[in-house]
């Protein structure tokens, strides 16, 4: 009440003698004085007593906050059953608000944007129908990707492999794994030399493994690297940090948490060598240095980017130069 801390609104309201009226604990009048104020759990019993609601805040009726809870969730739900993307003014139209606020008030409840969670819900789509053994054209384009182009780009960090390996259990892969405390339990995080291949949650590693085991039959397990254990609670407590709102489901709070813990280990696999230009997250180079894989040196090293690029043609200036002659 002292700090009108939104998360006390479902916990109690408080009176005043002097006026009998009853507010929220986030009411922005100003604060009584303690000797006259009384305390209930509900609205309900305060106007019982004889007291009547706030104008101001009106603890009578349901909390702005409850309100933005059920909108996000409402949201969530047709992002997660809708196949096709939605674009943001036609999502923020089906909740009542204007696509710059629905934008806001989505990534300060979630923790993510409301376009990174229709990909974790595309992805996981495309994840169950070709663990189902569907077809991979009919999986991509029933999980709601309109190209095959677009797919092909994010499998690598997306699936940590191609749609073909991830179907066939990825078979002929290795991949690396740890186990790690969260705030929403045990968390599993694989790689593969591509990218984050799995991120599961679970009450108990055992469970973990065997979730891990079913999933990629065909992969050779090499187990947890030790820079990869180093880093991977380093990147939970940074991920924590806003928090997704502890009143939303488990498994959308679940599905923002994975999101922000795979966006954190692309950008660590994706940092430069220097340790200025790495940032917050400079825990090594990479989360899992591709030497330390087995079989990586009977491997060629894949060229530069910019080693299969159309050569670039330099415009010199007049001034450097040099004359030729008539």
Request: glycine content about 6%; charged content about 25%; some cysteine.
């Amino acid at each position: 009440m002292a700090t009108r801390d939104a998360s006390s609104e479902s916990m109690f309201v408080y009176a005043m003698r002097s006026s009998s009226v009853f507010c929220r604990p986030t009411c922005s009048a100003r604060r009584p004085v303690r000797s006259q104020v009384r305390f209930f759990p509900t609205s309900a019993a305060a106007a019982a007593a004889g007291y009547r609601a706030c104008r101001r805040c009106k603890p009578d009726t349901e909390s702005l906050q409850r309100q933005h809870l059920l909108m996000i969730q409402r949201a969530c739900q047709l992002l997660q059953e809708t196949e096709a993307p939605l674009s943001l003014e036609h999502v923020a139209r089906r909740v009542g608000l204007s696509r710059f606020y629905f934008h806001r008030l989505f990534k300060r409840y979630v923790g993510i944007t409301p376009k990174e969670y229709s990909a974790t819900c595309q992805f996981r789509r495309l994840e169950a129908l070709l663990e189902r053994g569907t077809p991979i054209l009919d999986a991509i384009y029933d999980a709601g990707f309109s190209s095959t182009s677009r797919i092909y780009e994010k499998t690598g960090r997306e699936l940590g492999m191609t749609p073909a390996k991830f179907k066939s259990g990825g078979s002929g892969l290795n991949i690396c794994y740890a186990v790690v405390e969260s705030p929403l339990g045990k968390l599993l995080v694989a790689m593969t030399e591509r990218g984050t291949c799995m991120i599961e949650f679970g009450d108990s590693s055992s469970e973990l493994m065997d979730k891990l085991m079913a999933r990629f039959p065909g992969a050779k397990l090499v187990g947890s690297h030790p820079e990869f254990t180093m880093v991977l609670p380093r990147i939970i407590d940074l991920v924590d940090s806003p928090q997704s709102s502890p009143h939303l489901s488990h498994s959308l709070r679940g599905t923002a948490f994975q999101r922000k813990v795979r966006k954190a280990l692309q950008n660590i696999s994706q940092a430069p060598a220097s340790p200025r230009e790495v940032g917050p997250l400079s825990c090594g180079p990479a989360a899992v240095p591709r030497e330390s894989w087995p079989g990586h040196e009977h491997r060629a090293e894949p060229l530069p980017r910019h080693a299969c690029a159309e050569p670039r043609l330099c415009n010199a200036s007049p001034a450097h130069s040099r004359s030729q002659p008539r």
